[in-house]
């Protein structure tokens, strides 16, 4: 199934998962994409194109919303975030390749738990709020 765009489809955990599955028996079944991760950065035949592939987009999709929107830095966080020891410099890299001024990129000091409090302390303002009246 080919995907168009460059959006959450294509740079999504869910993503990676599509392409592990519509490679069938290529690779081990129930892999994650942590572990596909791993398997690219080890030069895994199957696995380098597809993490290759996601990084690209991935790189394609800060540029273009840093050129729409004007974004100076992009945190990334989620659980992709887990095994960026594997595919970091190769955004960087990619970023780099793709535009002559790439944004600034950072890892959630929180990680994957990041939107949790920040959903977490959005919560407590807006009760915080109502009980100010505000």
Known sequence: MEKEGVGSNNVSGTALSLDIKEQGGLLKGNIRPDE????????????????????????IGMVSLQNILGIDCFVIGGGVINSSQYWWKQLLTNLNEVTDQPPLVRKAMLKNDAGMLGAALLARENATNKRRGE
């Open 36 to 59: 596909l991760f791993k398997l690219a950065y080890e030069n895994h035949p199957i696995a380098v194109p597809i993490i290759d592939r996601y990084i690209t987009n991935l790189a």
